[in-house]
């Protein structure tokens, strides 16, 4: 009877696992011919984690399909943990990268960097070598993002110990360079997401309000390219 609960205790953990890997690594969305596409590269932010019980309404790329209309389809190739940098661990997944290239989009937005900030991981060059690997497999118009700005909580403490001013002072300024050099348009989020804490529930994860104030920054940029 014990080896038998045991079992199932295993089962069960490797069923909880199963699906917890399936919600943090979505399936790669294809698209259909016809429209015009808009493919999402980014982590957690991107991906929905924020609004994670109806994402798939709410994250910011499906927003943004909504606000575009029907001539357009928006893509969310949003990976959670995922970092720019190639050389550290999770980095984005080239298998994200390569359905991203093959979408030939009209329109790439690329937002990584926020965990590139954590202390861990805190290596400027790295970051901006990985992003630029990244922007030159690339063929459509880029619209390359910084990183929101992350907020502390009521104890004084960034969650997932994301480093705002690591953001703020190297990775920003390494998205900024690299959008001149691949002349990307550049959409400055962190200014737009200061002086806004309630778009971050967690400090860090946009909500559903911070999601759709990404969505209409987003689209009001593409409908000017």
């Known amino acids: 009877m014990k080896k038998g609960l045991l079992v199932l205790a295993s089962l069960a953990t490797m069923a909880y696992e199963a699906r917890r890997y399936r919600n943090n690594h979505p399936s790669c969305e294809k698209?259909?011919?016809?429209?015009?596409t808009v493919v999402c590269i980014g982590d957690s932010i991107t991906f929905g984690s924020g609004?994670?019980?109806?994402r798939r309404k709410e994250a910011w790329p499906y927003a943004l399909g909504m606000l575009l209309?029907?001539?357009?389809?928006?893509l969310n190739y949003g990976v959670p943990g995922a970092r720019a940098n190639a050389t550290a661990d999770g980095a984005y997944p080239k298998k994200y990268l390569q359905e991203a290239v093959n979408a030939k989009a009209d329109v790439y937005c690329v937002m990584l960097g926020t965990n590139d900030s954590k202390p861990q991981w805190q290596d400027v060059a790295g970051f901006e070598e990985g992003l630029r690997k990244i922007l030159s497999q690339l063929s459509g118009r880029i619209v390359l993002m910084t990183v929101p700005k992350a907020y502390e909580n009521e104890h004084g403490v960034i969650a997932y110990d994301v480093d705002d001013?690591?953001?703020?002072?190297?990775?920003?300024?390494?998205?900024?360079?690299?959008?001149?050099?691949?002349?990307a348009t550049l959409l400055d989020v962190y200014p737009y997401t200061c002086g806004h804490?309630?778009?971050?529930?967690d400090g860090v994860h946009p909500g559903m309000e911070g999601n759709m104030a990404l969505a209409w920054l987003v689209h009001d940029e593409?409908?000017?390219?």
């Open 31 to 36: 698209g259909v011919e016809g429209k015009k």
């Open 69 to 74: 209309g029907d001539a357009w389809q928006v």
């Open 165 to 183: 001013a690591f953001i703020y002072r190297d990775i920003n300024p390494a998205v900024r360079k690299l959008a001149e050099k691949f002349h």
């Open 51 to 54: 609004v994670k019980d109806n």
């Open 197 to 201: 804490p309630e778009y971050f529930p």
């Open 222 to 225: 593409i409908i000017r390219l």
